[in-house]
């Protein structure tokens, strides 16, 4: 595709490093690109946040990060004295027709479990030098959307420090998104369980994001059973991990939910644990089962002896509440 430049608008004009399109078109948002335009275009004046914010749409603490954005990048660099008083920096002239092939560097890699921040211009050294890193951010780009620094810094951590091959990311990034949980933090305490679980093939990564769904909606549907309106606790998570383990029928789990509250009023997790481990044990799979079991003690009850039937309702409240 070609196109020729309108010349009628060039009568001003002021220019832009070559290494923002070189390096920084991918990597840089929207708000940094126009904050960078406007800065370029204000020729070497000083500018507040305010005045860069009112030219360009973003808020003032946008415009400051991304003043910091292009400070990081040697982009910009700060007029001493001011805060934040903003020069750019000078425009790189055309590289010659034949110069010498650079030495080749090896891309900086985090070498703590604590995710460092890589600098723009290593996140792109990384992106050139890695065939399988530049793979991945134009992936989660198609995912997520635009990937911000956070995000780069996360992936980048993920493929490195923990090992996680770009495909099992990939996957995990997919999933997060699926179930609407796109923060870095987030994305990277299960890359970080993952590994530590040695899930780092496509199969297991697909089959482990396949359980993930799983339990997620078994715990959604507790939820729902419970009317839950926070997400449960660690030890409820766990107890919930348990029900599912042992393939429990949710009629059971809502008909245990429903003792808890008629006899404490009130949501108890280790009350309806003791029901159902009590019917489990004694090979009551369903809620009917239950009720079957109910009807037969008061039928019993009902036609023998008072004496007899005081001992039935005793055995019956004792096997409903073995605890």
């Known amino acids: 595709m070609e196109h020729k430049v309108n010349s009628g608008i060039w ?60 400070e990081q990048a040697n982009v910009l660099s700060p007029v001493s004295g001011e805060v934040p008083a903003i020069a ?11 110069e010498a092939p650079p030495q080749e560097q090896k891309p900086p890699q985090p070498q703590s479990s604590r995710r460092q921040n890589l600098s723009p211009s290593q996140i792109a050294e990384m992106i050139g030098s890695s065939q399988d890193i530049s793979d991945l951010f134009t992936i989660t780009e198609t995912v997520l959307g635009m990937v911000g620094p956070a995000m780069q810094n996360s992936l980048i951590w993920m493929y490195t420090y923990l090992g996680l091959k770009k495909e099992v990311i990939i996957t995990l990034v997919s999933y997060c998104r699926d179930i609407d949980k796109r923060s870095p933090s987030y994305i990277e305490r299960i890359a970080a369980e993952w590994a530590e679980s040695e899930i780092n093939s496509l199969e297991a990564a697909q089959e482990e994001v396949e359980r993930m769904t799983r339990s997620r909606n078994f715990e959604g549907q507790i939820m729902q059973t419970f009317e839950m309106k926070r997400r449960p606790t660690e030890k409820q998570l766990a107890f919930i991990s348990d029900w599912q383990r042992l393939s429990l029928d949710m009629s059971l789990i809502r008909y245990a939910y429903e003792k808890c509250v008629e006899n404490t009023d009130k949501l108890s997790f280790s009350y309806i644990n003791k029901v159902l481990l009590s019917w489990n044990d004694s090979g009551l799979k369903t809620a009917q089962d239950v009720k079957q079991a109910e009807s037969q003690f008061r039928k019993r009850n009902s036609s023998q002896g008072s004496s007899q039937g005081s001992d039935d309702l005793k055995k019956y409240e004792e096997f409903i509440n073995k605890f």
């Open 88 to 98: 750019p920096a000078p425009v790189m002239e055309a590289p010659p027709q034949q």
């Open 11 to 70: 009568g001003t004009m002021f220019g832009v490093p070559y290494v923002v399109a070189d390096n920084f078109l991918k990597l840089a948002s929207g708000g940094q690109l126009k904050v960078l335009l406007f800065i370029l275009r204000s020729s070497g004046r000083k500018l507040s946040a305010d005045e860069i914010a009112a030219g360009t749409g973003v808020s003032p603490n946008e415009a400051e990060d991304a003043v910091l954005f292009w």
